[in-house]
T-cell receptor, first 112, second 109 residues
Framework: DTGVSQNPRHKITKRGQNVTFRCDPI?????LYWYRQTLGQGPEFLTY????????KSRLLSDRFSAERPKGSFSTLEIQRTEQGDSAMYLC??????????FGDGTRLSIL | QQPVQSPQAVILREGEDAVINCSSS?????VHWYRQKHGEAPIFLMI?????EQKGHDKISASFNEKKQQSSLYLTASQLSYSGTYFC??????????FGTGTSLTVIP
């Protein structure tokens, strides 16, 4: 069990650029979650996958955000045309069904 | 839809006890508790799946009152390592996982 891995750890980009983050969950976990967390706030749910199916998306997830989990293993979260308000920590978590979620260390996104 | 936690913040001396409450306006089907230290990812503490369930390990325990849509986390004989922000979390009918508003707990010597 190597834990949930997220890459990159930090991303600095100019407003308007596209960014993509990757999450490698714990291998036997079929559920994968994406959250966004800003300073002083709790994690906000963005979306989750059961295997390769994206089952729920938050209304927070605008059209500029898209997530995939093509083979039911790793997942990517892409943000197009980044805006200042996208600056946050993006957390990925995985779990076996409705069990405890194991979080990665997150990707910190800074928009210049 | 976000569960509301109380208190927002608490400061304890080592060895003191604390209770953190989590209350939802929507039905709770299960409750998770996590602790997050500054700059780190949330760490799972425990999950309660049924109303009336109580769980605990070490000196941290929790209860879940499904009828009242509430859960409480109990920390006894607090240690310095308990400092952090505690979040409850729950899945709503739409299968979205919501973290609570958070409780900052600081244990001082």
């Amino acid at each position: 069990d190597t834990g949930v891995s997220q890459n990159p750890r930090h991303k600095i980009t100019k407003r308007g650029q596209n960014v993509t983050f990757r999450c490698d969950p714990i291998s036997e976990h079929n559920r994968l979650y994406w959250y966004r967390q800003t300073l002083g706030q709790g994690p906000e749910f963005l979306t989750y996958f059961q295997n390769e199916a994206q089952l729920e998306k938050s209304r927070l997830l605008s059209d500029r955000f898209s997530a995939e989990r093509p083979k039911g293993s790793f997942s990517t979260l892409e943000i197009q045309r980044t805006e200042q308000g996208d600056s946050a920590m993006y957390l990925c978590a995985s779990s076996p069904d409705l069990q405890p979620q194991h979080f990665g260390d997150g990707t910190r996104l800074s928009i210049l | 839809q976000q569960p509301v936690q109380s208190p927002q913040a608490v400061i304890l001396r080592e060895g003191e006890d604390a209770v953190i409450n989590c209350s939802s306006s929507k039905a709770l089907y299960s409750v998770h508790w996590y602790r997050q230290k500054h700059g780190e990812a949330p760490i799972f503490l425990m999950i309660l799946l049924k109303g009336g369930e109580q769980k605990g390990h070490d000196k941290i325990s929790a209860s879940f009152n499904e009828k009242k849509q509430q859960s409480s986390l109990y920390l006894t004989a607090s240690q310095l390592s308990y400092s952090g922000t505690y979040f409850c979390g729950a899945i709503n009918t739409g299968n979205q996982f919501y973290f609570g508003t958070g409780t900052s707990l600081t244990v001082i010597p």
